[in-house]
């Protein structure tokens, strides 16, 4: 059974960092694209950004140069650092694969305020 448990979220201020944690299970994950992908209240989720087998990455544009990703094939993990957090960054975080699936986890919420 494939799962997905992040962690790591947390409140912080404006400005500040953040690292994300996900940690995937029942997959091949070394031969799997990832994502990651947050929601808010009312709204669809939406994409934050992908990465590749291989470690390439694409961050979608609204958080490009704040956000990355990396991913630890031997440890089946993936990561979400989240620089100069802003207001508009509050949401639950999800990780996925990079198409998608029915195999969402319970996010972890992170809260930007002052």
């Known amino acids: 059974q494939v799962r997905f448990v992040e962690s790591g979220g947390g409140l912080v201020q404006p400005g500040e960092s953040l690292k994300l944690t996900c940690a995937a299970s029942g997959m091949d994950f070394s031969r799997s694209a990832m994502g990651w992908y947050r929601q808010t209240p009312g709204k669809q989720r939406e994409l934050v950004g992908t990465i590749t087998m291989a470690g390439s990455v694409n961050v979608v544009n609204s958080m490009k140069g704040r956000f990355t990703i990396t991913r630890d094939n031997a440890r089946d993990m993936m990561y979400l650092h989240m620089n100069i957090l802003k207001l508009e960054d509050t949401a639950v975080y999800y990780c996925?694969?990079?198409?998608?699936?029915?195999?969402w986890g319970q996010g972890t919420q992170v809260t930007v305020s002052s």
């Open positions: 996925n694969f990079a198409s998608g699936s029915p195999f």
